[in-house]
Protein backbone atom coordinates (compact mmCIF):
# COMPACT_ATOMS: atom_id res chain seq x y z
CA UNK A 1 0.00 0.00 0.00
CA UNK A 2 0.91 3.58 -0.95
CA UNK A 3 0.77 6.53 1.27
CA UNK A 4 1.91 10.13 0.99
CA UNK A 5 2.71 12.16 3.55
CA UNK A 6 1.84 16.25 3.30
CA UNK A 7 3.32 18.43 5.85
CA UNK A 8 4.53 22.25 5.87
CA UNK A 9 0.82 23.92 5.09
CA UNK A 10 -0.16 26.84 7.33
CA UNK A 11 -1.02 30.46 7.38
CA UNK A 12 0.94 32.96 6.80
CA UNK A 13 1.02 36.99 5.53
CA UNK A 14 1.63 37.97 2.02
CA UNK A 15 4.47 38.45 1.14
CA UNK A 16 5.31 35.18 3.06
CA UNK A 17 7.07 32.07 2.45
CA UNK A 18 6.25 28.30 3.32
CA UNK A 19 7.93 25.34 2.51
CA UNK A 20 5.85 21.76 1.45
CA UNK A 21 7.05 18.34 1.85
CA UNK A 22 5.49 15.29 0.57
CA UNK A 23 7.24 11.98 1.29
CA UNK A 24 6.01 8.56 -0.54
CA UNK A 25 6.18 5.37 1.38
CA UNK A 26 5.25 1.77 0.49
CA UNK A 27 5.02 -0.42 -2.62
CA UNK A 28 6.13 2.23 -4.90
CA UNK A 29 7.69 1.16 -7.84
CA UNK A 30 8.77 2.75 -11.27
CA UNK A 31 7.86 6.83 -10.02
CA UNK A 32 8.38 8.78 -13.12
CA UNK A 33 7.54 12.10 -11.64
CA UNK A 34 6.02 13.78 -8.71
CA UNK A 35 4.20 16.94 -8.23
CA UNK A 36 1.86 19.74 -6.83
CA UNK A 37 -1.87 20.90 -7.37
CA UNK A 38 -3.94 23.15 -5.76
CA UNK A 39 -7.65 23.81 -5.34
CA UNK A 40 -9.29 26.31 -4.35
CA UNK A 41 -12.93 26.86 -3.10
CA UNK A 42 -15.65 26.64 -5.67
CA UNK A 43 -12.49 26.39 -8.38
CA UNK A 44 -10.99 23.39 -10.51
CA UNK A 45 -7.91 21.45 -9.40
CA UNK A 46 -4.97 23.15 -11.10
CA UNK A 47 -1.22 22.06 -11.66
CA UNK A 48 1.41 24.34 -9.34
CA UNK A 49 4.64 22.17 -10.45
CA UNK A 50 5.85 19.17 -11.46
CA UNK A 51 9.47 17.25 -11.76
CA UNK A 52 10.84 14.26 -13.44
CA UNK A 53 12.37 11.86 -10.66
CA UNK A 54 15.25 11.57 -13.68
CA UNK A 55 16.60 14.61 -14.80
CA UNK A 56 14.53 17.01 -12.62
CA UNK A 57 12.80 18.79 -15.06
CA UNK A 58 10.77 20.99 -14.47
CA UNK A 59 7.21 22.90 -15.33
CA UNK A 60 5.15 25.27 -13.06
CA UNK A 61 1.65 26.87 -13.55
CA UNK A 62 1.88 30.05 -15.38
CA UNK A 63 0.39 31.80 -11.65
CA UNK A 64 3.19 30.40 -9.84
CA UNK A 65 6.17 30.91 -12.07
CA UNK A 66 9.53 32.71 -10.60
CA UNK A 67 8.03 32.50 -7.12
CA UNK A 68 7.35 29.17 -6.38
CA UNK A 69 10.69 26.25 -6.78
CA UNK A 70 9.67 22.37 -6.69
CA UNK A 71 12.60 19.67 -6.07
CA UNK A 72 12.99 16.51 -5.27
CA UNK A 73 15.11 13.63 -3.09
CA UNK A 74 14.64 10.86 -4.52
CA UNK A 75 16.32 8.36 -2.40
CA UNK A 76 14.15 9.48 0.54
CA UNK A 77 10.85 9.42 -2.04
CA UNK A 78 10.25 12.99 -1.35
CA UNK A 79 8.98 16.03 -3.17
CA UNK A 80 9.01 19.83 -2.02
CA UNK A 81 7.89 23.30 -2.71
CA UNK A 82 9.23 26.12 -2.13
CA UNK A 83 6.31 29.15 -1.99
CA UNK A 84 7.89 32.29 -1.81
CA UNK A 85 6.27 35.88 -2.13
CA UNK A 86 2.93 34.57 -1.58
CA UNK A 87 -0.16 36.10 -2.18
CA UNK A 88 -3.88 35.74 -0.83
CA UNK A 89 -4.96 34.14 -4.35
CA UNK A 90 -2.41 31.25 -3.83
CA UNK A 91 -4.57 30.22 -0.35
CA UNK A 92 -5.62 26.59 -1.33
CA UNK A 93 -5.55 22.88 -0.20
CA UNK A 94 -2.60 21.72 -1.90
CA UNK A 95 -1.96 17.94 -3.31
CA UNK A 96 1.06 15.68 -4.13
CA UNK A 97 1.26 13.67 -6.37
CA UNK A 98 3.68 10.80 -7.29
CA UNK A 99 2.96 9.52 -10.66
CA UNK A 100 4.23 5.76 -11.60
CA UNK A 101 2.06 2.68 -13.06
CA UNK A 102 -0.56 5.04 -12.01
CA UNK A 103 -0.82 8.30 -10.17
CA UNK A 104 -1.05 8.56 -6.26
CA UNK A 105 -2.14 11.47 -4.62
CA UNK A 106 -1.64 12.68 -0.83
CA UNK A 107 -4.06 13.98 1.53
CA UNK A 108 -4.18 17.50 0.81
CA UNK A 109 -2.78 20.31 3.36
CA UNK A 110 -3.93 23.52 3.77
CA UNK A 111 -2.31 26.97 2.94
CA UNK A 112 -3.89 30.33 3.64
CA UNK A 113 -2.21 33.76 3.23
CA UNK A 114 -4.03 36.44 5.04
CA UNK A 115 -3.06 39.21 6.81
Known amino acids: QVQLVESGGGLVQPGGSLRLSCAASGSIFSINAMGWYRQAPGKQRELVAGITRIGGSTNYGDSVKGRFTISRDNARNTVYLQMNSLKPEDTAVYYC????????WGQGTQVTVSS
Open 97 to 104: YFEASRRY
